[in-house]
């Protein structure tokens, strides 16, 4: 004799159901190991000759105009208004599936009449729910909000790239005035070089070749101030876009260059935990190591339940679930056959958290390099401005000695005018080099994962 066990066939079909649904690749748990292995390997920072203990990219300059115009630009720029409505979406994405763990009520009411009945009126009331029972639902909810807090990370490396954007285009302009300056004084210098020598001409003491250079020299010079004023006016614009101002707007920047300390470089774990952009990516990696388990999840059996009221009246107010004949109903599905599609879906989804993986990792040494090249930066830039200062002030004496021999006789015009536009092209040099090595610190902060005062 022959005896059924219907559930040992249902445990034995359950069991090679969960089988099949097990993952081979990568999970949570691997990815955080590989994870603390990157980080272990990082090396050391490149020796710091000074720096400052920092917490945010404001404590680098300290100017209250400065401090105004980043606050304007994180309220008003456009693309960082963008990024934030990103957020808010993501925001309302997570509230919208968090309600598929609620049930689901529906309320409805017809009616209906014809030739040979009388008129009949249906209310009905239905509750229905999915049983979370193996927390496909939580995962779904809890990649979302993994996704929330990494738009939360996207948005505050976008304010802090803003915020350094306007605090290097706040020093370009004093860069730009300084340029002009230059070039005023030069062109100057060279007017007053034609002056001299065409009295010497008229006098018959010089050559026309000589008021020839003289008149070259300064045309050049025109052309160059007149590309320096253009220049600024366009760093302006710029300025004025981060904003978030369509209108011209009218920046105070002082004559000099104001004091930009240099963030001091810490341990590099330290340092990288900060920045933003790498959270966002690793955070990108568990939104979609939840969304693999929910891949997989798709292929275990669903139990869902409904329950329901409804009444058959011959009169409107009769059917309003007066005398209603309910009903329950319970539900277990499960997938046999799509097609591969389910499996697909799966691998796709770990295929999809092992890209993150590499997005995080490429994320993590680009970091790593823009530290070292900041730091790099600020040592070459460091010695530049050394030598350039060593050279101007040698220069300047060479300087007045020309001008004291061609007033003797002794030099050219030409040679004259050659040692004015190296004197003037060493000062634009150690202006350019004075902007870029306090730029790059603003860089470095970014770097470092310094972000903009809340």
């Not at 409505?85 to 009520?105: D, F, K, M, V």
């Not at 963030?263 to 693999?292: C, V």
Request: aromatic share 4%; proline share 3%.
């Amino acid at each position: 004799m022959t005896t059924n066990h219907p559930h040992r066939s249902l445990i034995l079909g359950l069991c090679l159901v969960l089988s099949a649904c097990a993952s081979n690749g990568l999970r949570q748990d691997d990815y955080d190991q590989l994870r603390a292995d990157e980080v272990q390997q990082l090396p050391a920072w490149s020796e710091q000759t000074q720096g400052s203990n920092l917490t945010s990219l404001n404590q680098l300059i300290d100017n209250t105009t400065l401090d105004q115009l980043v606050s304007q630009a994180l309220t008003n720029n456009p693309s960082l208004q963008q990024t934030l409505l990103t957020l808010q979406i993501r925001q309302a994405e997570q509230q919208s599936i968090n309600g598929g763990r609620l049930p689901a009520l529906e309320a409805g009411f017809s009616a209906g009449d014809s030739e040979d009945e009388d008129s009949s009126y249906t209310g009905s009331l239905s509750v229905s729910w999915q049983v979370d029972l193996w927390n496909q639902i939580g995962d779904s909810v809890t990649a979302a909000g993994k996704d929330v807090a990494e738009q939360q990370a996207l948005y505050q490396a976008a304010r802090d790239t803003l915020a350094g954007e306007v605090m290097r285009s706040w020093l370009g302009l004093i860069a730009q005035q300084h340029a002009v300056a230059i070039e005023q004084r030069r062109l100057s210098t060279l007017e007053r070089n034609e002056t001299f020598i065409m009295q010497r001409y008229r006098n018959g003491l010089g050559s026309l070749e000589d008021l020839d250079s003289a008149r070259s020299s300064a045309a050049s010079s025109r052309a160059t101030l007149s590309a320096n004023k253009e220049s600024l006016a366009q760093q302006e614009r710029a300025l004025q876009a981060m904003l978030g101002s369509s209108r011209p707007i009218d920046v105070s920047v002082p004559e000099g260059y104001p004091g930009v300390l240099t963030p001091l470089a810490e341990l590099p774990e330290q340092s990288l935990e900060r920045r933003p952009d790498l959270q966002a990516a690793w955070l990108a990696i568990q939104a979609n190591d939840l969304r693999t388990s929910v891949a997989y999840k798709d292929m275990l059996p669903k139990i869902s339940l409904q329950a329901a009221l409804q009444d058959i009246a011959d009169s409107p107010s009769q059917a309003l679930l007066t005398d209603p004949v309910w009903s329950l109903l319970g539900q277990l599905t499960a997938p046999l056959y799509q097609g591969g599609q389910l499996r697909a879906a799966a691998d796709i989804a770990e295929l999809t958290t092992a890209q993150s993986y590499q997005a995080y990792r490429d994320t993590l040494i680009t970091a790593v390099t823009e530290v070292e090249n900041a730091l790099g930066q600020e040592r070459t830039l460091a010695q530049q401005q050394q030598h350039i200062e060593t050279a101007l002030k040698r220069q300047q004496n060479n300087l007045t000695q020309y001008q004291q021999r061609y007033r003797n006789g002794t030099a050219t015009v030409l040679e004259l005018l050659i040692v004015q536009q190296q004197t003037y092209n060493l000062e634009a040099q150690l202006d350019t080099i004075i902007y870029n090595r306090l730029a790059n610190r603003v860089v470095l902060g970014l770097a470092l994962g310094l972000g903009a005062d809340q």
